[in-house]
């Protein structure tokens, strides 16, 4: 919970800065890809987070990578990360960032889960749908799941539509018992 509530407010204060400066979508495409480097290199990442290592080397090594490539106000957030001890929430960071750029933008990102692979022409179909009772546009991210047999599940935010036959199923057993 702490986790979650220290990533709000840093990723609320890069956002407001961004707006302030009119490049919100700037910084969370450049958040996104500060964030795949790091998961991506094994050794920049046990830099960052290692405990012992001195905030000027940190500060250094992110001054030698992003310097030239990264807004000047984004790479000082990086270093108040560091200042701050935070630079283990960048991750976390930049999904929040990301979830205030969705929100800006009236987009939503939704999970459908269904036992087979939709056909494109359900998908689209889907999508609308959804879009309508929303009234935002929507991402969905399609999964399959053998296991609910059949229907459809589908997660917005924190929300859950479980129209799935295996949950169907599990509701009639309960009430036939």
Known sequence: MKQKVISERYAEALFGLAHELKKEDEFGATLHEIVALIQENVD????????????????????????AKVPAEMLHFLFLLV?????????????????????????????????VPLVDKTEKILKKELEAYLGQTV??????????????????????IDGSL????????????
């Open 44 to 67: 920049l990442s046990r830099i960052l987070l290692h405990p012992v290592i001195k905030k000027a080397d940190k500060h250094a090594v992110l001054k030698n990578l992003f310097a």
């Open 83 to 115: 200042d701050k001890k935070r630079e283990n929430y960048l991750a976390e960071i930049a999904d929040e960032y990301q979830r205030l750029l969705n929100q800006l933008h009236k987009k939503v990102v939704t999970e459908v889960i269904t036992a």
């Open 139 to 160: 991402e969905m991210r399609c999964e399959t799941d053998p296991s609910i047999l059949g229907g459809v599940r589908i997660k917005i935010g924190d929300r859950m």
């Open 166 to 177: 295996k949950t169907q199923l599990a509701g009639l057993a309960q009430t036939l018992a």
